[in-house]
Nanobody, 119 residues
Framework: QVPPVESGGGSVRTGGSLRLSCKASGYTYSRNCMAWFRQAPGNEREGVARIWNNDNTVYGDSVKGRFIISRDNAENMLYLQMNSLTPADTAMYYC?????????????WGQGTQVTVSS
């Protein structure tokens, strides 16, 4: 399977914003829900947000009200708008196809994109 390709990470100050992008293969994208995950050093990978084909969404408690997940079905693209960033959001961010209704990943991880938030 073709791994997704994430981009858009960078370094920002507390309170700043970033928009992450993910390009997935058409086969994977059209048949699954999509999700963003993150992993900080020393921590397990955690689910951040996921989205159904009908644009229903679920967010992790730590990002509710600050992050917005969206998708462009015509382009097989997944996005994560991250606002009001804090140092606790510093992590490597990954996108993946998931089984709808869960965080269970389907297919390979991409290389991720690093987000660093400084105080």
């Amino acid at each position: 399977q073709v791994p997704p390709v994430e981009s858009g990470g960078g370094s920002v100050r507390t309170g700043g914003s970033l928009r992450l992008s993910c390009k997935a293969s058409g086969y994977t994208y059209s048949r699954n829900c999509m999700a963003w995950f993150r992993q900080a050093p020393g921590n397990e990978r955690e689910g951040v947000a996921r989205i159904w084909n009908n644009d229903n969404t679920v967010y992790g408690d730590s990002v509710k009200g600050r992050f917005i997940i969206s998708r462009d079905n015509a382009e097989n693209m997944l996005y994560l708008q991250m606002n009001s960033l804090t140092p606790a959001d510093t992590a490597m961010y990954y996108c993946a196809a998931v089984r709808c209704g869960s965080w269970a990943k389907v297919g390979p991880w991409g290389q991720g994109t690093q987000v660093t938030v400084s105080s």
